[in-house]
């Protein structure tokens, strides 16, 4: 199944792709893509209706929102492709480097990102997101992180250098800035990715190709991941788990390169479509 969110921002209403571009609206039979939803066995209960062809058709053009809603925590891995350790000049991690992005962050997929007031080092990173499916803390294995993963979704982790890296070396405080996470345009279920180790995945600026990679070439994979970060934080349905980037980023161009108003983001990733959003001032 591949779950999308339509509607305003903060009245979105929760759909179904079905076919190649039909959105059903299944807000008749769920009320969101939450906590509740996932932790209650939501998706297993969407799968199981048999009424998904009737429901309604969610209005031609509608805006979409991120395809969770505001989960209860985001969790993002560091420097997880070694070609992009390599480019920003670290060390491959022995674990992974971990880090958190508000929720406040969480965007829509064709929404514009602010660029806030101040930044001089505005970045973007595409990614592969995790969604959890439900509850659980310290996994027995990275084999038992399978059966907690709900789906995937496309990510940009967009990031200000200069609060990152410049501003006492807290990373979370250059990654959190409002519209600094666009998720979707859907959340894939594991049927539908049944590789997440195999996706191509790809970035443009302008029209210009600024990263192109494969989650083949992660340092830790999708299930040491999941099991890894439930070894220190309960993980809980509806948190979303981004994975690292592979290299092109714009802080190791030469010259840096860095998004600026007006700017055009759009990037993809293998099975979970494409996002594109114009860069304004905050």
């Not at 992974?96 to 829509?108: D, E, Q, R, S």
């Not at 990102?113 to 509850?135: A, C, F, H, N, Q």
């Not at 220190?232 to 190791?252: K, R, S």
Request: negative net charge.
């Amino acid at each position: 199944m591949k779950l999308v969110r339509f509607g305003p921002r903060g009245q979105e209403r929760p759909g179904l792709v079905v076919g190649e571009h039909t959105i059903k609206d299944c807000s008749a039979l769920v009320g969101d893509y939450d906590h509740a939803f996932f932790a209650s066995g939501g998706l297993e209960r969407l799968r199981a209706a048999a009424e998904i062809a009737s429901l309604p058709d969610a209005p031609a053009g509608v805006r979409l929102g991120a395809p969770v809603a505001r989960p209860r925590n985001v969790f993002a891995i560091g420097l997880n492709y070694a070609d992009h350790a390599k480019e920003t000049g670290k060390a491959i991690p022995a674990e992974p480097i971990l880090f958190m992005k508000a929720t406040t962050a969480v965007n829509g997929p064709y929404d514009p990102i602010r660029i806030p007031r101040g930044s001089r080092k505005t970045d973007w990173e595409v990614e592969l997101g995790v969604v959890i499916g439900r509850d659980a803390h310290v996994l027995e294995s990275p084999a038992a992180a399978r059966g907690v993963v709900a789906g995937f979704v496309l990510a940009n982790d967009v990031s200000e250098r200069e609060f990152q890296i410049e501003r006492g070396g807290q990373w979370s405080k250059g990654k959190s800035c409002p519209t600094f996470l666009p998720l979707g345009p859907w959340l894939a279920t594991p049927d539908e990715i049944p590789n997440p180790h195999a996706l191509g995945v790809w970035l443009d600026v302008n029209g210009h190709r600024r990263q192109t990679g494969c989650t083949a070439t992660m340092i830790f994979d999708v299930w040491t991941i999941v099991h890894y970060v439930s070894q220190f934080i309960q993980l809980e349905a509806g948190d979303v788990i981004i994975t690292g980037t592979p290299p092109g980023v714009g802080m190791a161009r030469t010259p840096p390169e860095f998004l600026r108003p007006g700017d055009v983001v759009e990037l993809g990733i293998d099975g979970l479509g494409r996002q594109r959003s114009v860069c304004e001032q905050a």
